[in-house]
T-cell receptor, first 113, second 116 residues
Framework: KAGVTQTPRYLIKTRGQQVTLSCSPISGHRSVSWYQQTPGQGLQFLFEYFSETQRNKGNFPGRFSGRQFSNSRSEMNVSTLELGDSALYLC????????????FGEGSWLTVV | AQSVTQLDSQVPVFEEAPVELRCNYS??????LFWYVQYPNQGLQLLLK??????LVKGINGFEAEFNKSQTSFHLRKPSVHISDTAEYFC??????????????FGKGTLLTVNP
């Protein structure tokens, strides 16, 4: 059974650019969530989608957005990149019921220069 | 809102010694509790979780954790660690009702370093 797949794994962007990260959940999982991991702030929740609807959103500026497609695949976008956006972005999937195991991908390393 | 405190940012131990990684949480509602492990340059892997029932939960790789409701703690233990257990460990909570129950709130992590 394939795990959560994230692409790209590594990328470097310039301040002011925008970036799109992609996530394919485990087959049968309808919930996809995104987390940002930095040394200073740790793991912070960005948003969660279930059946193409955003159910929950973390405390991030509007530059961070996401969407989910009918096949449960998800993308997140960050516009007008800032140096502080440099982080590991983790995608996770589950069946979407509280208590269900949430499985994480290996992440996308974003460096903003 | 929920919060999670991992009391030790770093824990060095010798191989084959026992270890306890401490986690306390704060929440006004009932929660589910999780421990994840992160190896270098990898994502998070679930070690174990507590939903209900027995307060002693056994997980993968010989780890176990005990839920203590009165002390709002969920400490992770292993009786004998290996070099390969060197990693960062995260405690997390997920409220089991209400509108924000689709996210995990994580602690800051504990770096476990196992020395030969």
């Amino acid at each position: 059974k394939a795990g959560v797949t994230q692409t790209p794994r590594y990328l470097i962007k310039t301040r002011g650019q925008q970036v799109t990260l992609s996530c394919s959940p485990i087959s049968g999982h309808r919930s996809v969530s995104w987390y940002q991991q930095t040394p200073g702030q740790g793991l912070q929740f960005l948003f969660e989608y279930f059946s193409e609807t955003q159910r929950n959103k973390g405390n991030f500026p509007g530059r961070f957005s996401g969407r989910q497609f009918s096949n449960s695949r998800s993308e997140m976008n960050v516009s007008t990149l800032e140096l502080g956006d440099s982080a590991l972005y983790l995608c996770a999937s589950s069946r979407g019921i509280p208590g269900n195991t949430i499985y994480f991908g290996e992440g996308s390393w974003l460096t903003v220069v | 809102a929920q919060s999670v405190t991992q009391l030790d940012s770093q824990v060095p131990v010798f191989e084959e010694a026992p270890v306890e990684l401490r986690c306390n949480y704060s929440s006004s509602v009932s929660v589910y509790l999780f421990w994840y492990v992160q190896y270098p340059n990898q994502g998070l892997q679930l070690l174990l979780k507590y939903l209900s029932g027995s307060t002693l939960v056994k997980g993968i790789n010989g780890f176990e954790a005990e839920f203590n409701k009165s002390q709002t703690s969920f400490h992770l233990r292993k009786p004998s660690v290996h070099i390969s257990d060197t990693a960062e460990y995260f405690c997390a909570v997920n409220r089991n009702s209400g509108g924000s129950n689709y996210k995990l709130t994580f602690g800051k992590g504990t770096l476990l370093t196992v020395n030969p």
